[in-house]
């Protein structure tokens, strides 16, 4: 049977065999054993959170996983440095953007030194070598007439760098943001995207692995049914300084994202180490987070293929972090700093919990006290324990070294079985990026541990003198604890490490035979020392304060006060028809990320089609069947090219944490007052 990950392995080599006819190009096959993973490079607008540092040791994991499996790995991270956002944020600091730039770029590289980062390079998109290569590209596609310029008029929304169409705006206002647009008539420059619609339609279709999780298949399939226009790939100098200055135009700088895309080859020698550059390309994975999944998958896809190059094997879209069941945002002040759990935890805790708390690809939620839990359960009890025990008992009772193994039971054999068994499903795991499921997988086998000590009961075979019995059960619980260590150290580095050298070993230079119950060298010397992972027993002061609201990420958003609030009167309220409306169906809105598109019934004819901003929190299938309370005199307004007709209520405001509903159900168009 074909598991995901053998299937995206053949399909390496078995797809770059088949080369698209559009391409004109055959390419050289990528050598086998080369491995090469990416995350987005971040924006140096800010100091990274608590996001940045989940790709990043998701990356990472994987990295050091495939280093242990054997490949030759090249493990890229970086900065997108360019546009906007960084723009401002120098201008907001009074800075000139270079300066901004390197003193912000600091930040992340401390911060991934502290969290036991292995990246292989760091790329930062003002250093001249990306800086050549995207010029070069511009120059090619210039001359292949795959960018070509165009006058263009809109209305331009600041605080989303983006056009927008009348009919797109909500009250004369950007629809996303809410903030006042501009009106811009501007000459630019365009690539050729559209062309490359049913290329990058059937490219998916042909490769399933290409995008993942599945739902980001479909999202993007779906994407790709409306017209894909061309994408603007310039903007003014005059407008916007910051920016590489297109070869063949110098008025005009190099969009963000056309630019900070190409920095996953340009890192890797494009154009300048054709060598360098065939060995790793086209990239393993590509991990991103949900909403940076339209730019890969459409943008950089119709970018390589205008390059004569294919598309990473796979994209990865991950899910969002919420925080204390909120949505992570400045304006609440509840953006957890990761360098305050490293302060409060260390490395290894952090980096478990964010791979072991959700599924990779899902949402999820972190709270400080689910934390705790599983830091205490799981490292502290479980992992923690097994190795303390199995070390304080071989110093007590057997002088300290490695036992022999003497007599095999069935219960031995059974565990050693388990550890073999375990081995390979982690490695299956971790190849298809379930980090949760290898870690699992990797407990199960710790908790077996703990319980073949307690059903042995080497305190008893001791007492009685039983000596050849409690060497090979403390043998065989010390090859637990070095098989364990070994399969959680791209999770855990620092405390498999430490837990090896306990034990007299060190990180095997393979994953095969890794399972035997005969690898450690009898004799060896092992020491306890102090636990890997000490018991918490109250939340660490930096910690509670956060959580009591005197930390610095302090929680609640901003009180009105009464005084500053305008209120209405009875009949300004009366004039809202409010009802309650049941989901018929729900999905998403095929061009924007944030958006769904739900057909609410509301005792009407037919139903009403209501597009609201609650993607972040809501997946579709969850909606179907909810009872909400509809604005049902509200006009129409069309986001995105749907035309919405109402709205519902949310608690959250801009960052939607519930829908308001029904304690009891009651007909579709109640009235609500
Ligand atoms: N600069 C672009 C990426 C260009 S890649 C060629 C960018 N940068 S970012 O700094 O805004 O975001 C980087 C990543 O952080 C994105 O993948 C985003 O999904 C992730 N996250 C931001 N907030 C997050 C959470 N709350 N939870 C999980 N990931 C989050 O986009």
């Known amino acids: 049977m074909s598991t995901p990950q053998t299937r995206l392995r053949m399909g390496r080599r078995a797809y770059r065999l088949a080369v698209p006819p559009e391409t004109g190009r055959v390419h050289d096959m990528p050598s086998g054993n080369a491995f090469y993973v990416t995350t987005p490079i971040y924006y140096v607008n800010d100091a990274p959170h608590v996001g940045h540092a989940y790709t990043t040791v998701a990356a990472d994991a994987i990295a050091r996983y495939q280093r242990l499996a054997g490949r030759e790995v090249h493990f890229l991270t970086g900065l997108d440095e360019h546009g906007q956002k960084v723009l401002r944020a120098a201008q907001a600091r009074g800075v000139d953007p270079q300066q901004h730039v390197d003193e912000l770029s600091r930040p992340f590289q401390d911060l991934w030194r502290r969290l036991g980062i292995s990246n292989d390079d760091f790329i930062r998109t003002t250093e001249p070598r990306h800086k050549a290569v995207v010029q070069r590209v511009l120059q090619e596609l210039h001359d292949r007439g795959e960018i070509y310029p165009q006058s263009y008029a809109g209305w331009y929304s600041t605080a989303e760098e983006r056009f927008w169409m009348e009919k797109d705006l909500v009250d004369g206002k950007c629809p996303l943001s809410g903030q006042p647009v501009e009106w811009i008539e501007e000459r630019n420059w365009f690539f050729r995207m559209g062309k490359y619609r049913d290329r990058l339609a059937s490219w998916i279709d042909a490769h399933p692995d290409f995008l993942r999780p599945e739902s980001r298949r479909n999202e993007v399939l779906g994407y790709l049914k409306q017209d894909l226009g061309d994408l603007c790939i310039s903007r003014p100098k005059a407008r916007l300084p910051w920016g590489i200055p297109l070869p063949f135009a110098p008025d005009w700088v190099t969009y963000v994202w056309f630019d900070a895309l190409l920095n996953y080859v340009s890192a890797i020698g494009y154009g300048t180490d054709p060598e360098r550059f065939r060995r790793f390309w086209p990239a393993s994975f590509h991990l991103v987070g949900k909403d940076i999944l339209t730019t890969h998958a459409v943008y950089w896809s119709t970018m390589l293929f205008a390059l004569g190059l294919d598309p990473a094997d796979c994209l990865f879209a991950h899910g969002w972090w919420t925080i204390e069941g909120r949505k992570m945002s400045k304006t609440l002040r509840n953006v957890v700093d990761p360098n305050l759990l490293l302060d409060a935890y260390g490395p290894d805790a952090v980096r478990y919990f964010l791979l072991r708390e959700v599924s990779f690809g899902a949402d999820g939620d972190f709270s400080h006290r689910a934390f705790q839990v599983r830091y205490n359960a799981d490292l502290a009890n479980d992992f923690g324990n097994l190795a303390h025990r199995a070390l304080s008992m071989t110093e007590r009772w057997l002088g300290g070294t490695v036992p022999p193994r003497v007599e095999i039971t069935a219960a031995d054999r059974d565990l050693e079985r388990l550890a073999v068994e375990t081995v390979a ?229 801009d960052s939607v944490q519930g829908l308001l509903g029904i304690a009891h159900p009651v007909p579709p168009g109640t009235v609500v007052r």
């Not at 070095?482 to 990180?507: F, I, M, N, S």
């Open 425 to 653: 499903a982690v490695r299956t795991a971790m190849e298809a990026l379930r980090f949760q499921e290898a870690l699992a997988g990797t407990w199960a086998l710790v908790q077996a541990g703990n319980k073949y000590i307690d059903t042995e009961q080497p305190w008893t075979l001791h007492r009685e003198g039983r000596a050849d019995r409690l060497a090979t059960v403390m043998r065989n619980v010390l090859e637990v604890c070095r098989v364990a260590a070994v399969l959680v150290w791209p999770v855990c580095p620092d405390k498999a490490e430490a837990l090896l050298a306990k034990l007299g070993t060190h990180l095997p230079r393979s994953l095969d035979r890794l399972a035997g119950f005969d690898v450690l060298p009898a004799g060896t010397p092992v020491a306890a020392g102090a636990p890997l992972f000490p018991r918490m027993t109250e939340l660490p002061p930096a910690i509670l304060a956060v959580l009591e609201g005197s930390g610095p990420a302090k929680e609640g958003v901003p009180v009105v006060s009464e005084s500053q609030e305008e209120r209405i009167s009875y009949e300004d309220f009366a004039r809202l028809r409010l009802v309650v409306g049941t989901v018929m169906a729900a999905e998403r809105h095929p061009k924007a990320d944030r958006l769904l598109v739900l057909s609410i019934d509301l005792g009407e004819p037919a139903p009403r089609t209501v597009v609201a901003g609650i993607a972040d929190r809501y997946r579709p299938e969850e909606l179907q069947g909810m009872q909400v309370v509809v604005v049902a005199n509200l006009k129409p307004v069309t986001l995105r090219g749907i035309r919405s007709d109402g709205m519902i209520l949310a608690a959250g405001g």
